[in-house]
């Protein structure tokens, strides 16, 4: 193996390994409180919540729901929104699902994860969830789970509607139960790459020379 070939590999290595740092920036999945929210179909309903540390590169975000003990499915969509809405209210979108079509749900209280391609974000953004075409044995609706204030992150108000026309903020109905997960480029990442392309350059300029 020549010796670019060499540097190359231990770049790809070394830059999968130290690539990203992952963290928890927002959760209170540990504690639910029992209760549940429903909201009719058409209609998101979420939380505003500021973020913790200094990831904001989100790659995952979890949503507690609940199909009150019957398994069944239900359409879902999930969103994450910037707050810069008239009067704070959700306004730029930053991602979402997409509507999913009949997401299998167990009945019970339980955690379900949409990943999140590397979006990022303000330190205060609004998650929301659309619920709707609840189907299984029993027609039961599908809720969020409520939890406890969170551990990790602060919760700022709840909100519900649909873009353009939001209801809010509603601080009767907060928390409800999430998580949110984030990366942050490692700065050792950066030199390395830099090294690494540094070697590999001064590799194919003496073999073109030698040649």
């Known amino acids: 193996m020549r010796l670019s070939n060499i540097a190359l590999v231990g770049l790809v290595a070394l830059f999968a390994a130290g690539e990203v740092k992952g963290a928890i920036v927002y ?20 939380n505003e919540v500021t973020l913790a540390g200094s990831a904001r590169v989100v790659t995952q975000l979890v ?4 199909r009150q003990g019957s398994p069944g499915t239900a359409d ?6 910037a707050n810069d809405g008239p009067g704070g209210e959700p306004g730029t979108l930053l991602w979402g699902s997409g509507l999913l ?14 990943p ?5 974000v303000p330190d205060t953004i609004i998650w929301a969830i659309e619920i709707s075409d609840s189907k299984g044995a029993e027609q039961m609706a599908v809720a969020i789970v409520g939890a406890e204030p969170p551990t990790m992150g602060n919760i700022v108000q709840a909100w519900r509607g649909q ?11 907060v928390p409800l139960m999430a998580r ?4 942050i480029p490692e700065p050792s990442t950066l030199v390395l790459l830099t090294m690494g392309t540094l070697t ?3 590799g194919w300029w003496r073999r073109r020379r030698a040649a």
Not at 76 to 81: C, K, P, Q, T
Not at 101 to 114: R, T, V
Not at 116 to 120: E, F
């Open 180 to 183: 949110v997960e984030a990366v």
């Open 116 to 120: 999140v391609p590397g979006v990022t």
């Open 200 to 202: 590999l350059t001064v």
């Open 76 to 81: 879902l969509d999930a969103r994450i929104y």
């Open 27 to 46: 959760d209170n999945t540990a504690n639910p409180t029992g209760w549940l929210i429903f909201s009719p179909d058409d209609v998101f309903v979420g």
């Open 163 to 173: 873009p353009g026309s939001w209801w809010g903020p509603f601080p009767d109905t």
């Open 63 to 66: 949503i507690g729901l609940s």
């Open 101 to 114: 079509d009949d997401i299998p749900l167990s009945g019970a209280e339980g955690l379900l994860s949409f």
